[in-house]
């Protein structure tokens, strides 16, 4: 059972460009969350969905980002117009239900030039 | 809103020493802790996972403690070895269903 998959590792973008992270959860696992953790500091939440479901957006800063968890295929955090500030290391977490053991996948390093 | 801590923010031991590492949080009102490991550039492991009705976990020289009425953590490691160099991270679900995390114990065993 292969664990949580992020694709890309790395993705460097200049300013203005759009990245598209991905996640594929364990098999199984019908929730995912995305978090961010910048340069020093702790993670921080960002987004809880449930497959074609976004359950809890409160930590998504409320422009150029959006999440989306398709029936089929991966979970795409999508952020538009990318900034230096949006630099970080972004990393996706499923589980099988709530309140249960969440499993982390290795996080994409977003670099903004 | 939670707030999870650690302390201390960085720890140097000989190897094969005992340590504990702490974590505490301000709202009792959780489901369960985790505690992670975090190696340089890579993802999280999960290390033991405490429900809220349970006082302790154990995983080889791993134990986890947690008295949610007093709001803390301990994670013990038994004869560490330099292998366990890491930063060790400790995160509370409440009831947004989101985790708060803590900033992290960066460990240093030294050989």
């Known amino acids: 059972n292969a664990g949580v998959m992020q694709n890309p590792r790395h993705l460097v973008r200049r300013r203005g460009q759009e990245a598209r992270l991905r996640c594929s959860p364990m098999k199984g696992h019908s929730h995912v969350y995305w978090y961010r953790q910048l340069p020093e500091e702790g993670l921080k939440f960002m987004v809880y969905l449930q497959k074609e479901n976004i359950i809890d957006e409160s930590g998504m800063p409320k422009e150029r980002f959006s999440a989306e968890f398709p029936k089929e295929g991966p979970s795409i955090l999508r952020i538009q117009q990318v900034v230096r500030g949006d630099s970080a290391a972004y990393f996706c977490?499923?589980?099988?239900?709530?309140?249960?053991?969440?499993?982390f996948g290795q996080g994409t390093r977003l670099t903004v030039v | 809103k939670q707030e999870v801590t650690q302390i201390p923010a960085a720890l140097s031991v000989p190897e094969g020493e005992n340590l504990v590492l702490n974590c505490s949080f301000t709202d009792s009102a959780i489901y369960n802790l985790q505690w992670f490991r975090q190696d340089p550039g890579k993802g999280l492991t999960s290390l033991l996972l405490?429900?809220?009705?349970?006082r302790e976990q154990t995983s080889g020289r791993l134990n986890a403690s947690l008295d949610k009425s007093s709001g803390r953590s301990t994670l013990y490691i038994a004869a560490s070895q330099p292998g366990d160099s890491a930063t060790y991270l400790c995160?509370?679900?409440?009831?947004?269903?989101?985790?708060?995390f803590g900033t992290g114990t960066s460990l240093t065993v030294i050989p």
């Open positions: 995160a509370v679900l409440g009831t947004g269903n989101q985790f708060y």
């Open positions: 977490a499923s589980s099988t239900a709530v309140n249960t053991e969440a499993f």
């Open positions: 405490i429900q809220s009705s349970q």
